[in-house]
């Protein structure tokens, strides 16, 4: 008894949802207001159709894409990816049905092969049907061409099967598994004269998080935007949960919900501007947007250009390195050590242990190094005895700079001697600088009392 009730409440939902399929699917995809939907006055309903055209705008979704669809404000494209799994696509169903309102159904290939039925309810019921892969791979992005067609093409065949190959009833609508996007997919997909849908906010139902959590997210990121496309899943008991409450909220702030179907060739994409395609089109206000992007060249005459010889791109190179010094510009550091070239980096993968004489310091830098200590020592040691003007210290002094800067202090004029300890530095004549060792070889000579008289000797008189 009980079970012949059952499968008379069921022929009447079914002959319901015929009756709706007749009144607004199969014909012209209309609006169902919120004041027509049957039993519920206060429905958030459907209030319009978009008709898009995936050749003229291949990807979409600002979660990764620069367009999304031309929604106006507060309107929202409700998608539904991973089905159908009858358990929760059907409760997904009835509440979309109690609303009156019609969403994008992402259906996976295998998953229709199961529930076949599964996605002619989805038809039956006025929604959108596109189709998320065969197997839901989540490495589409790494995929050569040939696996991504086999996914795509496998997954469009298992959804046309359970609709008895009828194409006009699936759209070409696509969304890639994860999200994982890709030029191999996307160029593909693209080929085949099919949209990719991204999304311009998930609500993490894939997650485990709470209804509340699917609920206060996907409120929080539809606010945020006033507009877009959200992503769910309608084989998550926590959407199943969140929905009523998501769509409840939608209807009490004001937002619409937005079908969107293909252009064919008897219905063309709804008329739209290019600006209208981006989630933040470009106004008057904003000045930066009216400069364009792409500068105005003026080429010359010149067609051709010398090619670059490998010695341009050396930035050992001493010219270079000078120039850029003269010009101040940021050189790369000059390394003592010798660069190692790429294709012995490739080569060895090991290194030899360095032999024990690469650490043994030679014999006249040991010499420099000692004079050097000396003079900075003594000069600590002279210091609180040493009567102004002396001359000890200051040549002292110089050892020692010269020591730390030797460069530096070979162009530095020499302090005078003989009690013109406070004179200004004259300029002397320029010591043969050409190369370091010639430096070294001064510091190695001069032990400070020394570097005093020597000093003291190249002054230049008045
Ligand atoms: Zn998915």
């Not at 995809?29 to 039993?39: F, L, M, T, W, Y």
């Not at 904003?286 to 080429?299: C, L, Q």
């Not at 010149?302 to 490998?310: D, H």
Request: proline residues 10%; charged residues 20%; positive net charge.
């Amino acid at each position: 008894m009980i079970a012949n009730v059952l499968v008379i409440i069921r022929k009447r939902s079914r002959t319901v949802i015929g009756a709706a399929l007749l009144s607004c699917c199969f014909m012209a995809p209309q609006a169902v207001r919120a004041a027509d939907c049957p039993g519920n006055p206060n429905a958030l309903g459907t209030s319009r159709t978009l008709v898009v055209d995936p050749i003229e705008h291949p990807r979409i979704g600002t979660m990764q894409y620069p367009e999304t669809l031309p929604l106006a404000d507060h309107e929202v494209v409700l998608t539904f990816d991973d089905g159908p799994l009858p358990k929760y696509s059907n409760q997904v169903l009835a509440i979309l049905a109690s609303q009156c309102v019609k969403a994008t159904f992402f259906t996976i290939g295998s998953q229709a092969r199961f529930n076949p039925e599964g996605v002619r309810k989805l038809i039956a019921a006025g929604h959108t049907v596109g189709t998320h892969s065969q197997n839901h791979p989540l490495t589409m992005n790494k995929m050569p061409l040939e696996k991504v067609k086999q996914e795509v093409d496998d997954g469009i065949a298992s959804t046309l099967a359970a609709l008895n190959g009828d194409k006009s009833k699936l759209a070409p609508f696509f969304r890639i598994p994860g999200l994982m996007r890709a030029e191999i997919p996307e160029a593909y997909l693209a080929s085949q004269g099919i949209q990719v849908w991204s999304a311009d906010f998930p609500a993490d139902d894939w997650r485990h998080v709470s209804p509340q959590r699917v609920y206060d997210l996907a409120i929080q990121r539809i606010e945020a935007k006033h507009k877009g496309i959200l992503l769910l899943h309608d084989i998550q008991p926590r959407t199943v949960a969140a929905l009523p409450r998501i769509l409840n909220t939608l209807k009490e702030r004001g937002y619409r919900i937005v079908h969107v179907v293909p252009a064919t060739a008897d219905r063309p994409a709804t008329p739209t501007e290019p600006q209208q395609w981006f989630m933040h089109p470009p106004t008057e206000t904003v000045a930066i947007t009216r400069w364009s992007k792409i500068p105005n060249f003026v080429f010359t005459a010149t067609r051709t250009l010398p090619a670059p010889v490998f010695a341009d791109m050396d930035w050992r190179d001493a010219d270079i390195l000078d120039h850029a010094q003269r010009s101040r510009i940021a050189g790369p550091v000059r390394t003592l050590w010798p660069q190692p070239q790429l294709a012995q980096l490739a080569a060895v993968s090991t290194l030899p242990i360095p032999a024990s004489d690469v650490f043994r310091v030679p014999e006249a830098l040991d010499l420099t190094l000692l004079a050097t200590r000396s003079a900075a020592s003594r000069r600590i040691a002279q210091r609180p005895t040493i009567a102004p003007g002396a001359v000890a210290p200051r040549a002292q002094a110089i050892s020692a700079r010269q020591a730390r800067h030797p460069k530096q202090a070979a162009h530095q004029a020499p302090a005078a001697a003989h009690g013109r300890a406070h004179a200004a530095p004259r300029p002397v004549a320029q010591p043969n600088e050409s190369n370091a060792s010639v430096r070294v070889a001064n510091l190695k000579k001069r032990t400070p009392r020394a570097e005093a008289s020597a000093a003291a000797s190249k002054r230049v008189p008045d």
